[in-house]
């Protein structure tokens, strides 16, 4: 650390060790750094991309589907911010907008089998929740009558 709590060396330096630490499942120490990347940088789409995986690694969906939102916003045609948002998405129960982004990312890149599983598993739920007379949206109340 420096003087002023920074970490040592340069914001590609904190860049890879954020990435790392993503990839060895340390979601919330990956985000310390890529926001100090971020101070420096504010407009590295990779940062900004490490830094919504790294929300939705740590289980902060609301936060991830913002993030991945603005990188959708930014590029449309980026079929994993689609992806991510969509998966974001489902977890917050938002099933039909996450049909919709899961679906444009299928469409992007017809060969990745993960998006297609997510959008076939998201669909089967909207499905089954038509079937059942159940909202399409949010949870299911777990009180019954």
């Not at 929300?55 to 930014?74: G, T």
């Not at 599983?117 to 089954?128: I, N, P």
């Amino acid at each position: 650390m420096t003087s002023d709590g920074a970490p040592e060396g340069t914001a590609y330096e904190w860049y890879r060790r954020a990435i790392d630490l993503l990839e060895r499942g340390d979601a919330s120490a990956s985000l310390v750094l890529l926001d100090r990347v971020l101070t420096e940088d504010p407009d590295s789409v990779s940062a900004r991309e490490a830094r919504a995986r790294a929300l939705f690694d740590a289980r902060r969906f609301d936060e991830a589907a913002d993030a991945f939102d603005s990188l959708v916003q930014v590029n449309p045609s980026d079929d994993f911010a689609h992806y991510g948002l969509g998966m974001a998405l489902w977890r917050l129960q938002r099933f039909r907008h996450a049909e919709d982004h899961l679906a444009m990312a299928s469409v992007m890149r017809p060969d990745r089998d993960d998006y297609r599983t997510a959008l076939d598993q998201v669909r089967a739920t909207l499905r089954a929740r038509r079937q059942a007379g159940l909202p399409l949206e949010g949870p299911l109340d777990a009180g019954g009558p």
